[in-house]
Every structure is written in C-alpha cells, then in structure tokens.
C-alpha cells in the first residue's frame, strides 16, 4: 500500500517567517495531495490540495508543489502568525478515496 | 449543515465493555471514512464505506472490531470486548464520490478504555 513519509515532525519558527514542511510516497499511482490541519484538541480540517496534472496551487499564504518524478510534495506558509500553530498532515490517494496520511509536523510559531 | 456529527464525544469504560460510537455523515455524501488517532500510529484508515457498503477494511486491527452503515445517514463502530489499548481518539469523516475528494471530519470520539 501506500506509504507517505513526512518531514520535519516539529518545525519552530519565528513569526512573519516562512515554513516548510515535505512529504514523500511511495505508490506512483497516487494523484491526489491534500493537507490538512489540526489545531490542539479539534478535527484535522483541509487547507489545500492539489492533484496529479498540476504542478503548484497556491491560496493566500499557503502553497503545495508537486513533483511527480520524484514523488514528493511539499507545503509552503509564508508570512506565518500565531494562528498557524497547528499539526498539519499530509496525505496522498490514488483516486480510491483511500488516503493515507504522513505522521504529522507540529508548527509552532514564535511571537 | 451540521457537518459530520459524533457521539459521544467522549467515552470511558472498562476494559472487556463493549464500546459503540456513532456517526452521522453530511446529507448527500456518498463515502464515510473511519479512522483511529492515537500518538504512536498517527491517523490511521480503519475502514471505509461508498453508497452504504464497505469498501475496505484491511486497516481493521483485529476481529473485535466492526462496522457497519445501515444507511445513508449513520453509521456505527464497535469495539467488542475492548482494551486499553484501544484508547484513541475516533474520527469520522465523509466526502462526496464526484467533484473531489476533500473528507470533512467530525469532531472526533476520546475513548479512553481503563
């Protein structure tokens, strides 16, 4: 099956800085990349995704780039707040509704 | 809508109860999604359904657990006898088949098992 593996699992940093978070899987098939976020206690909730036939999306201060060559993904929040703290997930599905998750990266952003 | 709807939102029992929790997916979504968090494992897939029927359940731990969607608007999870390893936090979620595959989760099961 699917493997989805997810770097860093704990990322600080300073306000109004950038964050960076990667994901590799493993099944080539996968077409669908979508992250999500969880803040302490609450459900993970989507912030974007993106799909097989495109290359970069972009919603505000969030982006997701994909390559499929190399089978990796990555998040990108610019000009982070405080209200950015949060666990957030990756994930990859092959069309089958089926995701599978990477383990997490816990953001903390510092004031 | 409500969005996905849980309950209870909390459970605390003894070990060998039997456990049930409860879902309601949004009006006119077609898959509902099971998943356990807990911190080892992360958020891991038990099973999933599509038009009342389950599709996989490969991510099913073991045999005391089961699942079932006698309909479109609810579905149940069971956990018979339980243990303490069961503790986890129990997410439903549900998605449309067509137009995306975004699952919007309910607000979770804490189950903690003594």
């Known amino acids: 099956g699917e493997n989805v593996e997810q770097h860093p699992s704990t990322l600080s940093v300073q306000e109004g800085d950038s964050a960076v978070i990667k994901c590799t899987y493993s099944?080539?098939?996968?077409?669908?990349f979508p992250w999500y976020k969880q803040e302490l206690g609450k459900r993970p909730q989507l912030i974007i995704d993106?799909?097989?036939?495109?290359g970069e999306k972009k919603d505000q201060r969030i982006a997701v780039t994909l390559n499929k060559t190399a089978k990796h993904f990555s998040l990108h929040i610019t000009e982070t707040q405080p209200e950015d703290s949060a666990v957030y997930f990756c994930?990859?599905?092959?069309?089958?509704?089926?995701?599978?998750f990477g383990a997490g990266t816990t953001v903390t952003v510092r004031a | 809508d409500a969005g996905v709807i849980q309950s209870p939102r909390h459970e605390v029992t003894e070990m060998g109860q039997e456990v049930t929790l409860r879902c309601k997916p949004i009006s006119g979504h077609d898959y509902l999604f099971w998943y356990r968090q807990t911190m080892m494992r992360g958020l891991e897939l038990l099973i999933y359904f599509n038009n009342n029927v389950p599709i996989d359940d490969s991510g099913m731990p073991e045999d005391r657990f089961s699942a079932k969607m006698p309909n479109a608007s609810f579905s149940t999870l069971k956990i018979q006898p339980s243990e303490p390893r069961d503790s986890a936090v129990y997410f439903c979620?549900?998605?449309w088949g067509t137009g995306g595959n975004e699952q919007f989760f309910g607000p979770g099961t804490r189950l903690t098992v003594l």
């Open positions: 993106i799909r097989s036939n495109v």
């Open positions: 994930a990859a599905s092959r069309g089958d509704y089926k995701l599978s």
């Open positions: 099944d080539s098939a996968s077409n669908y």
């Open positions: 979620a549900s998605s």
